[in-house]
Structure formats: C-alpha cells, structure tokens
RNA sequence: GGUGGCAUAGCUCAGCUGGAUAGAGCACCUGCCUUCUAAGCAGGCGGUCCUAGGUUCGAAUCCUAGUGCCAUCACCA
C-alpha cells in the first residue's frame, strides 16, 4: 500500500485518540530537502478542526506515529510542519518490489476505454514544417502516454488533400512542369509539389500585378486572374470526377505522401489509421439534418443552417450553407461520429491541433454534445502555441519557414561534430556512428521542443542551435549511455542484477533520493496524461537524471568493496537507466547504450 | 470592442491539490579527469514571480481590476 494512504489512516487516529475529533483531510508534501525527512504532514490546515499551537500538535502526532507506524523512524517539527523520517528498510523493500517489474510505473490497457488521437494532419501542397515537427511530436507523445496510463489508443491523422490549393499545385505543374517528377529530380515528393504550390503564387501574383497595371482594380483582378479561374475549374472537374483530373491529383498525392512517409520515419511516429479529407468531406450533412428535426440547429430564410451558442457565451454558427454545401464544422461533425463508426469502442477523442483553433473545437465539442453523444463529453483539444521565430511567424508563401527535413539533418549533423570534436566512438563503425548522431541530434530536437509546457508559444532561432548540454536531450541520453557502461562492466565481476537486496544498515542520503525519485514515476505517468503534458515527464525524468549523476559522482558503484552494497548500487543504477529508457520512450527519443 | 491563452533570474524554462529561505539549464566566474564515459560533478553570481487590490494563519499559485504580447470572433480551410 502506498506510504501516504497508511500515515493518513494514522494521523487521523492519532487526532481522533489525542484529541477526540474528526479529521477531514490530512495534508502533504516531500520535505523540502533543507529540512530533515522524507514526507511532510502541513499541521496549518488541521487548526481548522484543532484548536492550539501547531508545533505541539505536530509534536503529538509525531510521536504517535514514531509509536505506531513500522515505517516511521523519527520525527521533527518546524513551526507548522511535521517531518518523518522514513526507515530505510521501507525504501529498500519497495526497491525489491519494484526492480524485476519490467514496465514499472505503466498501467496495462484497458480495453474497455479506448481513445482516438488525431495529429499531423497536414496539408499535401507543402513539406512539413518545424510548426508540424512540434505538433507530431506533441501527439505522438500524448498517446503513448495515455497508452502507458491505461488507456487503449488509435493514432491517426487527417490528411487535407482536396481543394483549391491542391489543384493550384497540380495546374502549375500541368503548365510548367515539362513532366518533372521525385525520380527526374531526385527531389522528395513532397518538395517536388511544394514548388509547384509556390510557382503557382508566383506565377498568380505576376498576373495580377499585370492586371492592375493594365488599370484593373485589384480586388477584380485577384479574383479574375486566369490562372484562378483555372484552378477553380480544375477543382469542379475534380468533383465531378474528370477522368483526367483526378489520376493527376492521385499521381501528384502520391508523390507527397512518399515525401511525408520518410519525414514520419525520421522523425519516428506513426498512425494506426489514416484519413483522408477527400472520403469525408462530404460527411456530416445528414448529421445536420437530424440535428435540425431534434431542433439543435435551426434554419435561416435563405436557406443556410445555424446553431445557437449564445446562451453559452458564444455567438450563431454557421453549419450548412444557404447552397446546402457544407463547412469545416459540417465536416468535422460528420468525420467524428464516422470515427466511432469504425471503432465502437472509442469513448474519447484528442485532437492535437494548434491553438489557433480554440474556438472552433470549443464550438464542435459543443455541438457534439448538445446532439446527445455520450462519447462527447470525453473530447479534448489538445491546444498547443505557435513556433515562432525571431522574424516572427512561419509563412510557407514567403519561404520563412523552417523545413522539417532539414532541420533533422541539421540537428544531426550537428550532433556528429559534437561528438566527432569527443571523440569517444574511435571503435564504432561509420553505420553505427551515424545512427548514434541521429539519435542524439534527434533526441536534442524532441527533448528541446517537448520539455515546454504545450500552451506556451516557442521561439526557435535557427541561428542559436539547440544546446546539447545542461537540461537536454543528449544530456539525458548520455546518463543513460553512463549506466550501460557500468552494467557491462559487470558482467566480468561477482554481482548478480536480479538477486533480493538485503536491508542495509545505511543507505547513503544519495541512494535514498534516488529510489525516492523512483517512488514518483508511477504517478508522473499518470499526471501527464490527465494533463496531456509531455512536459511532465520530460521534467520528472530529468530530475531523475541529475540525481543519479550526482550519485554517480559521489559514491563508488563498482569500487564499493562490500559485495550487497556494490550489488545494491549496480541494480539501482540498473533500474535507473530502465526507467529513463521508458520516460524517454514515452517522449518517442531514444537512447543510446554509449555515446 | 467581445472571448481565450500567456507574463517567474540577462536568455530558455520548472514550480502538483495555496505552505517552510521561489528552483533548474544556458551565459559569466571558481574548483574537480593516474578510480565506474568531464555531453559530467561541486560551488559562486543573478529575482519588484507584469501592476494594484482582495480572500487566507499563509499567495508565484485562488478572486477582481488593469497593463503588455499572441490568437480568435468569415456562407475560408
């Protein structure tokens, strides 16, 4: 049982033998590492229930634990506070319990509660973004996590792969591509169309600007330019069908979709399902029918369909047009129900989409519910800030953006120099070299990206790299690396990794904090799911980290001459390293045996 | 203008349901590699927790008002 459910039990004993009353609540915290103690009773909140000096309750109660409680070695009070000390024998005993688990702190699946969790999501006219890196990292996370909480989970994604913009690329390349392809140019796919969609802008704005010189107003132009209204018949071709028109947008799709694939490999996600807009598009009329017969929305004179948010403190929204085509809402509607359609035991859905669109999830969520979906009520916008950068926002128009692709490369290559300027890896082959750097200058990328609160706004300068010492990636990876040196530096000696450890007279206050940080992993996992934070665990696991290489500098693991003792550190260090392994893993970053 | 988010050290960020002297990293300054990987460890420097009120024994944390930055409020996606 855990440690605070006993003592809580207890302390409310203890008021109700001392003083004869009623405890609501017993409060709190790890003692502050300033003060003597392993867990902290706040005496302040029982005053409530207590009257007199907080100090001698604390002392009372104190001593009625000391008394009662096996677990309890000592005690003192500051002021309001009471701290226990913990035996050592009840650290070392968890650590036995604990040390052969493997998956310590995840929770197997409940198959009963599945979670759909949509990320990525792109738009197939332009290569990914530093903006999609921080998105497709967060999701992914995000899943593993809630999969290590106990949730069943589907990954999928969104993929937007019709209208005007697309026909926009595939019309330049109709016009100017001398039929160029990934193989021809030996450019990723998605770059390929990526240039198309910039050529047409280019190509689009020359027009109008000739337009207005020839005294066109400009508003007229923009909307008459030839190579609009091309574009624009190209899309009712692709509606209707046109042979001709839809083999060119499947060729050119699936050049992206090549393109993405290796960016995804790289970048290590994946998805369990895909979508594309192009099923779904037209899903969610029939759903706004109903709606209407149920009175949720309601109609206006023209025609168009509405849903009333103002009692909510939102305003009318729109869900049908007055032509009876539909919007983005109409969609989203239609393609979340499509969702439990196809897996009925869905109760829940994230959607990992920047924070641009609170409203329009508020408004979804919103509508969902007031049809009368039970899953509705477990719908979460997984809200995420902009990736900035100091010229301010990423524009793929105006080439501002920071590619994907490249970015990785970057981190990579930066990661082999580093290490190269080390060099540590004289016997590694130049294969297993350039695995390592992707590792590690992934792991830089992630980490850096994935430690910070998802709401809050990144501003990434490309020209001060991301830093591979300190709170980083490589810094975690590295301990890592640390501990797999000692353990096959073990194998030569007499320690055994899976024997029972006996309770030692002492444990060095370095050991104690680190089973102490052990302790907290189970409920981390589960902190970063309710809150769907990646950040969590990015903390909690470097925390960890710094407190093993602080053990690690001050106490001797393999030169400690007492066989239990050595044998205790190496399976601590053991366990360490396996739970840095799954933290990291739950970050998708992976990490290395050396570096 | 309405709504939502954010504001903590020079910079990047932690700070769980309110609790003890607000913590890390980077940068800058000191030490530590003949002993398990120095991408490390130990120490120093550095703070009106945006401002003003309020609630409380106690506020970076909760409430109110204000300031600044960002987003959003389309028969666009």
């Known amino acids: 049982m855990h440690i605070q459910t006993i003592l809580e039990a207890k302390v409310k004993e203890a008021v109700l033998s001392i003083f004869n009353k009623n405890l609501p609540v017993v409060e709190f915290q790890p003692t502050r590492k300033d003060f003597e103690g392993d867990i902290t009773i706040v005496v302040f909140p029982m005053l409530r229930t207590l009257k007199g000096n907080p100090a001698q309750i604390g002392a009372q109660i104190g001593a009625f634990l000391e008394e009662q409680v096996d677990e309890v070695r000592s005690f003192n009070v500051v002021k309001g506070f009471l701290n226990l000390v913990l035996k050592d024998a009840f650290y070392v005993d968890f650590f036995n319990a604990i040390k052969n688990t493997s998956n310590f702190g995840f929770v197997s699946t409940v198959a009963s509660d599945a979670i759909m969790v949509e990320y990525s999501s792109p738009n197939t006219n332009k290569p990914l973004h530093l903006g999609h890196i921080r998105n497709n990292l967060l999701g992914y996370s995000v899943a593993e996590i809630l999969k290590a909480s106990g949730k069943k989970v589907y990954k999928t994604q969104i993929i937007n792969d019709r209208g005007i913009h697309i026909c926009k690329s595939m019309l330049a390349w109709q016009k100017m ?54 574009a624009q018949e190209m899309l009712l071709k692709w509606e209707a069908g046109d042979e001709e028109v839809v083999s060119l947008w499947k060729k050119m799709n699936g050049w992206v979709y090549n393109g993405f694939e290796i960016t995804y490999q790289n970048l290590g996600v994946n998805f369990d399902k895909l979508y594309y807009e192009s099923d779904t598009y037209l899903l969610g009329k029939d759903v706004v029918a109903d709606g209407l017969e149920k009175g949720v ?73 007031k049809l009368g979906f039970s899953w509705a009520e477990h719908l979460h916008h997984l809200s995420y800030g902009m990736v900035d950068l100091p010229s301010g926002k990423m524009k793929s128009r105006e080439g501002t953006v920071v590619d994907a692709d490249d970015l990785m490369i970057e981190m990579t290559n930066t990661a082999a120099k580093i290490s190269e300027e080390l060099g540590k890896l004289e016997a590694y082959s130049a294969e297993d070299k350039k695995e390592l750097y992707q590792m590690v200058g992934l792991g830089a990328l992630k980490y850096y990206i994935l430690k910070v609160d998802p709401k809050k706004r990144i501003l990434f300068d490309p020209e001060e790299s991301v830093d591979f010492q300190g ?34 007279e002492v444990l060095h206050p370095k050991e104690k904090e680190l089973i102490k940080q052990l302790q907290l992993f189970p409920d981390i996992i589960q902190l970063a799911a309710k809150n769907y934070s990646p950040a ?17 500098q001050q106490v001797s693991i393999l ?33 290395p045996d050396r570096m």
Request: glycine residues 8%.
């Open 177 to 230: 591509g001398n039929g160029e392809t990934p193989e021809s140019t030996g450019l990723k796919g998605d770059k390929l169309v990526g240039n198309y969609y910039v050529a047409f802008d280019k190509a689009y704005k020359a027009e109008v600007a000739e337009m207005v010189a020839n005294g066109i107003d400009e508003k007229t132009a923009a909307k008459e330019a030839s190579l609009l209204l091309a």
């Open 471 to 504: 709170n980083t990636g490589p810094f975690i990876q590295y301990t890592h690396a640390r501990i797999q040196s000692i353990l096959r530096k073990v194998k030569d000696t007499d320690v055994e990794l899976n024997t029972t450890i006996k309770t030692l």
């Open 536 to 552: 969590v665990i990015a903390n909690y696991v470097y925390d960890l980290v710094k407190e093993f290489n602080s053990f690690y």
């Open 297 to 369: 929305f309601f109609k206006k004179e023209d025609g168009s369909v509405w849903i009333d948010l103002t009692e909510e403190g939102l305003d009318e929204k729109i869900v049908l047009r007055s032509d009876g085509t539909s919007v983005y809402m109409t969609q989203d509607i239609g393609t979340a129900i499509q969702r439990v359609k196809d897996y009925a035991d869905i109760n829940g859905m994230v959607y990992t989409v920047g924070n641009e669109q609170d409203y329009h999830f508020k408004v979804l969520f919103l509508i969902l519910k």
């Open 559 to 591: 030169g400690e001459n007492n066989l239990d003792k050595k044998t205790f550190r190496v399976q601590l260090s053991q366990k360490v390293g396996e739970v840095v392994a799954s933290g990291f893993k739950l970050l998708g970053i992976e990490v």
